[in-house]
Every structure is written in C-alpha cells, then in structure tokens.
C-alpha cells in the first residue's frame, strides 16, 4: 500500500495530528496579523488627531479645518464714509454681515468732524453713528479724509475715494477687506480672511477686458502696513500722479503683479450686468450660457454700476428707466413679452436696496433727545418714501 495512503503501515504514526496542529497555527497567525494591522491603523489615526495643528503637519486646507478656532478679533471688514449718503450706505452694509452671521470685526473710518451727540431728529449722521456702533458692533476710527484735486468738465473738484487707503492704517489687524458701500451685500465673506498670504487681493475689473487687465478697487483683501499706506498716499500726491488716475489706477501700478486676484463672479459682480447681451466677459469663455439666477446665487455682493441710470438712493427719471431697464428675450415691451428674469432681478435689486435704506429710528438711540415721545410711526433716516405714493386726484 503507498505510503501516503491511510493505514498504510509506511504511513507516519501522527501524521494527520501533525497536520491539524499545523493548520490551527497558521490560522492564529492570520488572525494575529489582521488584529497588528488594525492596532496600527488605530494607533496613526491618533497620531493624526494628536498632530494635524503641528506646524510641521500642513495638510492642503489647513485654514478652514481650524475655521472654528479662529480668533476673529484679528480680522476686520472696512468701510469708510465722507457724506450723509455713502454714511447710510455703509451702515446698510454693516447690517448686512450682521444679519448673514460674520464674525470678523466692523471699522466705519469717518470724518473727524462729525459726532455722536444726537441733536436733533434731524441729526442723521450722529444717529446712524450711534446706530452703527450700538446695533452692529461697528468700531469707529475718526479719520482726517484724503482729497486729491481733479479736473472734471474743466471744473476743479475734489475726490475722496483715497480714503479707502486709510485701511492700510488699521495695524491691529492681520487683515481687512475693504469694498465700496454702493452694493448689496449678499453673503458673507469671513472665508477670505484665512486664504495664503498677499499684500493685497483684488478682483479683475471683467468688464474692461479684453482691452485691458486691470484689478477693480471695488473690493479689497489687504494687510495693513504703514509703509504701504505711506507709498499709497504718496502716489496719490498731485506731483506724482497723473490727473485721470484715481484710487483705482494707484492701486493697479503698485500691486498689478504682485496682487493674489480674486474670482470676479463672487466679488465683483456689477448690477449693469443683467443688463447687458453678450456676457463674455463675465463668463471667461464664448460657450458657457448666461443664467442670471446662478450669477446672483454664486455673488457675495453686487455692486451698483448702471451709467447713465444714477445710483439707487437718487430717484431715477422715468423716460430714462425706460429706455435703460434690461429688456426681455421675447416680444419686449408688448403683451406677449417673455425672457425677463434679467431685469426682474436687476429692478428686485434696486427695489431691495431702496426697501431696505429706510431704516428706522430705534427707541434706544431717539430717546436720548429732549422732549422725547415715543412714536409708532417709522422715521426714514437716509432716504425717501419707497415706492413712492400713488397722486391722488384734486388739489
């Protein structure tokens, strides 16, 4: 009989015990294995957890996995206001991030000759002061306002937007985002604070390409330096600059390389926008199609630039809204008029900041005139009526 048969009398005495004991072995050695594999993958998972804030650990979206942690007080948007006008402006934009849950701190850079001793209820800028502080936790920093002389239809004037430079003053912050009161502020922007490094961010002003590649000042992410604010206002001097340059072009020849650019669809979208036809320069490209519903969803804020139409607190002329409103893609201007979301959204966005710009005096800050009466009525502190009343008939 072969030997390898069972019962064969050549077969090894223990030779199926021999085998089971073997089989049991490495069976203990698989499961040992799968157990040392699971401590491991256990033990670097702490390791992870225990060194993902080591300056040597870095993985690709550190800023935002510590969002949390973040200490805000560090960061600051900026607004600054030289008239009653751009003053409610930016007071509407303070209550914007308010509103959409921004953590960053709030600076209103104004005139050092205004106050906030309310004299009267015709004191509107002392009233939005005090409101501005009191309700959104604004820091106010009285400034002496930059002014540069311009000629303008050969007429001398003076033109303040350099003042905008004085963020560049606020040296307490790491950083400051700075953007022109004339929007509605639509989400807001605290993610900016915590992208890589850069003097300043700037998004491109889309609607002068091809022909020129220049950053808008519209919308500014800087750290502030009191060298770079010294350089700025020296460029801004009559003896250094040319008469058609402005805050923008000033901006444009110091940090046009050196400036990280921002996405334009989320930072600089314009109102004229909706109402134009060919929107190539917004796009980027030639095929994508326009959809003025994700335009707006995707923007943090919309600036209001329509010229000739004037900006949305001054009353535009009927005649001229009619012939500068966007039109529908179908049978504009007659009953069968189709394709309007465009100047929907455009005349929603100006009815919106006018809706919004009667603001109303509080009880808090009113109460401290003399003679104060509580009144249910609701006093407009920057604009008119809003839709205006209907005229009645008779005298």
């Not at 535009?316 to 500068?324: F, I, M, S, T």
């Not at 104060?372 to 008939?393: H, M, V, Y």
Request: hydrophobic share 35%; glycine share 4%; aromatic share 12%.
């Amino acid at each position: 009989m072969p030997a390898f048969l069972p019962g064969s009398p050549k077969s090894p005495k223990y030779g199926f015990h021999e085998a089971s004991v073997t089989t049991n072995v490495w069976g203990h050695l698989r499961r040992s294995r799968a157990l040392i594999l699971a401590a491991l993958t256990t033990l670097s998972f702490i390791y992870y957890l225990s060194n993902r804030h080591s300056p040597f650990f870095k993985p690709h979206h550190a800023p935002s996995l510590r969002y949390k942690s973040v200490d805000w007080s560090r960061y600051a948007y900026s607004q600054y206001a030289t008239n009653s006008a751009y003053l409610c402006n930016s007071v509407m934009a303070f209550e914007a991030l308010d509103r959409l849950g921004s953590k960053a701190d709030r600076i209103l850079l104004y005139p050092k000759g205004w106050d906030l001793d309310i004299a009267n209820r015709s004191d509107r800028d002392s009233q939005l002061l005090v409101k501005a502080s009191n309700w959104y936790n604004v820091k106010l920093v009285p400034i002496e306002v930059q002014k540069f002389e311009t000629q303008k239809d050969g007429e001398e004037t003076w033109d303040a937007s350099v003042t905008k430079f004085l963020a560049f003053n606020q040296t307490r912050y790491e950083r400051i985002l700075h953007f022109d009161s004339d929007v509605t502020v639509l989400q807001h922007m605290d993610d900016l604070f915590l992208l890589p490094r850069a003097p300043v961010a700037m998004p491109r002003a889309y609607w002068a390409l091809p022909s020129l590649r220049t950053l808008t000042s519209l919308f500014i992410l800087l750290e502030p330096s009191e060298v770079e604010l010294e350089r700025l206002i020296t460029a801004a001097k009559a003896n250094t600059r040319k008469d058609n340059e402005y805050d923008m072009e000033i901006l444009n020849n110091m940090y046009s390389d050196s400036a990280m650019v921002l996405p334009h669809r989320q930072y600089g979208l314009l109102s004229g926008e909706f109402r134009l036809k060919d929107h190539k320069n917004y796009l980027g490209n030639d095929y994508e199609a326009w959809d003025p519903d994700r335009a707006l969803r995707d923007a943090s804020l919309v600036h209001f630039s329509d010229w000739p139409i004037p900006k949305p607190w001054i009353m535009w002329p009927r005649n001229l809204l009619q012939l500068e409103m966007p039109r529908c893609k179908i049978n504009p201007g007659t009953a069968g008029e189709v394709g309007c979301r465009d100047r929907d959204i455009w005349m929603e966005l100006y009815n919106d900041f006018r809706r919004r710009r009667k603001v109303s005096l509080v009880v808090k800050v009113i109460s401290q005139l003399p003679n104060f009466k509580r009144q249910d009525k609701t006093e407009r502190l920057c604009a008119p009526e809003w839709p205006p009343r209907q005229k009645t008939n008779g005298p």
